[in-house]
């Protein structure tokens, strides 16, 4: 029992710093692949730009806390639902978009953008509808700009300044938060399969993750301006929420391990649904472009 014990900490641990690495690695390769003009341009729709701050600050949390309440959801499964409700900017939107053929260079502005509101918004709006809970919203502030804006600020700094030094650490930044996304996932299900299988089996919370995300990606896309590749970017942009983000946030100010779980098994069922969605969504957009050219 006590080498049990020490294996499952073992794996807590090791998941929470590939967590922090991963976030931390894919925010500065956000800031080294992109230029501060690239960054504005897509931006200059601000129709769009609205559009996607309601989808992923207004509608996607309270969806979120639609579901917590129909599925009564214990307390830190609910809450930690409602942090993904509340991250949005991943950077894994740009792999989803590229596959699903929509706009990258309006993923990447979004994200970007979507990243720096959710340093503002999550320690706002978090206490308001989870009183009492044990992080203040000073420290949600301090580490999601620890682990946001600090990283991203030098990425850019270092595409600005030293571009040449951004190409050649790009592959590397790349491959570290690929590594740490595959040590974060082993981890957590080594340390918290036996959790994540409680939580299945005794409530409705994989109904609530499905929910999140096709619900997520349904308001994002239809929000979209009628250009396709445009709306497939405010979908994907919309429904998956900043996984990183939101476990490395649960990890600095919740001490209850149901929060962390809570995100990362709904993260899992987020990232298999959409990775589904863009590679058919993709596949019949190039078949219907060779037959239309045939």
Do not use: C
């Amino acid at each position: 029992m006590v080498e049990i014990e020490a294996f499952t900490s073992l794996f807590q641990t090791t998941g929470y710093i590939a967590a922090i690495v991963f976030v931390l690695a894919s925010t500065f390769s956000a800031g080294i692949s992109l230029t501060i003009q690239q960054i504005l341009d897509p931006l200059h729709n601000i129709k769009l730009v609205l559009l996607a701050l309601v989808a992923n600050f207004i509608f996607v949390p309270a969806l979120a806390l639609v579901l917590l309440y129909v599925f009564s959801l214990p307390r830190p499964l609910a809450i930690g639902l409602f942090i993904l409700g509340t991250v949005a900017g991943s950077p894994f939107v740009l792999k989803l978009t590229q596959a699903a053929r929509g706009d990258v260079a309006l993923a990447a502005g979004l994200m970007i953008l979507l990243m720096v509101v959710t340093v503002i918004y999550l320690p706002v709006v978090l206490p308001i509808f989870f009183p009492g809970i044990e992080a203040s919203a000073w420290d949600l502030i301090r580490s999601t700009a620890e682990i946001i804006l600090i990283p991203l600020a030098l990425g850019l700094l270092v595409r600005t300044r030293y571009e040449e030094l951004a190409e050649e650490l790009r592959p590397f930044i790349n491959e570290v938060s690929n590594l740490a996304f595959l040590v974060l996932i082993i981890s957590y299900i080594l340390a918290y399969l036996p959790s994540m299988l409680r939580i299945i089996t005794e409530t409705y919370t994989l109904f609530a993750g499905v929910i999140l995300t096709i619900g997520s990606y349904a308001l994002g896309y239809f929000l979209g301006d009628p250009d396709r590749s445009h709306k497939q970017a405010l979908g994907f942009g919309t429904a998956q929420r900043n996984i990183s983000v939101a476990l490395a946030i649960a990890g600095l100010n919740f001490g209850d391990p149901y929060v962390t779980i809570m995100i990362f098994f709904i993260s899992i069922v987020a990232v298999i649904l959409l990775m589904f969605f863009a590679q058919e969504i993709g596949y019949h957009h190039k078949k219907g472009e060779e037959a239309h050219l045939g």
